[in-house]
């Protein structure tokens, strides 16, 4: 008989004791669930790209809203379909009190108070150019942004965001955006920084989703090179130090070592977006019986949080909340 000091799989040899030595688990409590708002009223369009994902009208994505909450999931980032002749260079429509996305939130808080509310701070789905920042003679201008942004932050923590989520990667956008909160007495108001967000692939039926492609050009003077990790560093210890609440890292699968990277080089919560493609590439491959997509879908879900995320925002996180009944 061969004699072994060690037999790892002793702990392996049951559910109940796999389920004691397991090392990472997941729960509702992890996730944010991303929904997108269309106007009008009794809409709902299915996203081509995205099966089982949906563009709602305020009175359909209330209850959508109350069913999420009866499976548990509580936190929601809502991302508004804006009508493409509301457009401008300023993306002044951000601003309008009676306009489609200041409504929405209000209302949602108003009738679910108990939600945490997440909300997107960046300029392309209100922008004529489709960027994420003010264009001039083709060129993203980084201060100029910022202004634009800090109003925009505003006006959504006045109308009930929670959490505001700026995804544009401008320099100094933290520091400008808490400021501002601050100075307009929302001081509770919490900032979940998109701290490493990649110039990634994995966007497109987001993008699809909300109609918010770029005019001309691309995102890579702003948004990340896929390439580099130790930049991420750089971004989290500004974000830090200019006032956020979380750090994100997005996308989130195929940067699993990026998330680990700020987990252990930060105190703040880091949160990960398992974003649209790695969503639409799991819903395809199922599809087509080529994978199990709900197994698969929970080994990446864990993946993310193994690598170190505390918050997962996933279009997974409803039939997760589903599966889990």
């Known amino acids: 008989m061969i004699q072994l000091t060690q037999r790892p799989r002793r702990n392996r040899k049951s559910?109940?004791?796999?389920?004691?030595?397991?090392?990472?688990?997941?729960?509702?409590?992890?996730?944010?669930?991303?929904?997108?708002?269309?106007?009008?009223?009794?809409?709902?369009?299915?996203?081509?790209?995205?099966?089982?994902?949906?563009?709602y009208s305020l009175d359909l994505l209330l209850k959508e809203i109350e069913i999420c909450m009866n499976l548990g999931i509580q936190a929601f980032d809502v991302f508004p379909n804006i009508a493409e002749k509301l457009k401008d260079k300023t993306a002044s429509?951000?601003?309008?009190?009676?306009?489609?996305?200041?409504?929405?939130?209000?209302?949602?808080?108003?009738?679910f108070p108990e939600a945490a509310?997440?909300?997107?701070?960046?300029?392309d789905p209100y922008s004529s150019d489709g960027h994420d920042g003010y264009v001039k003679n083709g060129e993203i201008l980084n201060d100029k942004t910022l202004d634009?942004?800090?109003?925009?932050?505003?006006?959504?923590?006045?109308?009930?965001?929670?959490?505001?989520?700026?995804?544009?990667?401008?320099?100094?956008?933290?520091?400008?955006?808490?400021?501002?909160?601050?100075?307009?007495?929302?001081?509770?108001?919490?900032?979940?920084?998109?701290?490493?967000?990649?110039?990634?692939a994995f966007y497109g039926p987001f993008r699809d989703a909300l109609n918010s492609a770029p005019k001309m050009g691309d995102k890579k003077t702003y948004q990340m090179n896929p390439a580099n990790s130790l930049e991420a560093?750089?971004?989290?210890?500004?974000?830090?130090?200019?006032?956020?609440?979380?750090l994100m890292v997005k996308p989130a699968l195929s940067y699993l070592d990026v998330i680990k990277l700020?987990?252990?080089?930060?105190?703040?919560?880091?949160?990960?977006?398992?974003?649209?493609?790695?969503?639409a590439m799991v819903k395809a491959a199922a599809a087509k019986g080529w994978i199990d997509g709900d197994r698969v879908r929970d080994e990446i879900l864990l993946s993310i949080k193994r690598a170190g995320a505390s918050v997962i925002l996933s279009y997974f996180a409803k039939e997760f909340a589903i599966s889990r009944k």
């Open 148 to 200: 634009i942004l800090a109003k925009m932050a505003v006006a959504q923590a006045d109308a009930g965001a929670d959490i505001i989520g700026p995804s544009d990667m401008m320099d100094g956008r933290v520091g400008y955006i808490r400021e501002q909160l601050d100075v307009n007495g929302f001081t509770n108001v919490s900032i979940m920084s998109y701290t490493a967000k990649y110039a990634s």
């Open 15 to 55: 559910a109940t004791i796999r389920n004691l030595v397991q090392e990472n688990s997941l729960s509702v409590n992890d996730f944010i669930y991303p929904l997108f708002l269309i106007d009008g009223k009794n809409k709902k369009s299915e996203v081509q790209s995205m099966p089982g994902i949906y563009r």
């Open 262 to 279: 700020l987990k252990d080089n930060s105190t703040l919560p880091i949160a990960a977006y398992n974003v649209s493609g790695e969503y």
């Open 233 to 246: 560093l750089t971004e989290a210890e500004l974000d830090t130090i200019e006032g956020a609440d979380f």
């Open 93 to 111: 429509e951000s601003l309008n009190k009676r306009g489609l996305y200041l409504t929405a939130l209000r209302e949602i808080k108003k009738r």
């Open 117 to 123: 509310i997440m909300t997107d701070v960046a300029m």
